[in-house]
């Protein structure tokens, strides 16, 4: 990534060069060739889906816990901690069911 010089600065696209601000530095950079298409349909690529899709399973199940909680109780960060074990245990292959009951015995009883 280079530092763009100047005024003028510029954001956005021209060509195959990313310009953009970050932290009130600008820079410039040149486009990735990672397509949306090759990302969710590539060989290089199943890993990363198959941990999106545990991702995706393990904060539903989370957030479904994370309201029964009272609201005066809550911290995001138990979310995100809630998120990260049904995670694990999705990757270790327990049902969805019994990893919503382990979340409620451990974060509703207190302890």
Known sequence: MGKQVGPPYITGRVGD???YKLN???????????TRKRVKR??????TMQYAAWLAQASKIAAGVYRLMPRETR?????????????????????????????????????
Do not use: D, H, N, P
Not at 89 to 99: F, N, Q
């Open 75 to 111: 911290q995001v960060s138990q979310y995100r901690a809630m998120t990260g074990e049904g995670i694990v245990l999705l990757k270790a292959g327990m049902a969805a069911s019994e990893i919503q009951e382990r979340l409620m015995a451990v974060y509703l009883s207190g302890g």
């Open 17 to 19: 060069l990313c310009y």
């Open 24 to 34: 009130g530095q600008y820079y410039v950079r040149k486009q990735s060739s990672l």
């Open 42 to 47: 590539g060989r290089a690529f199943q890993r």
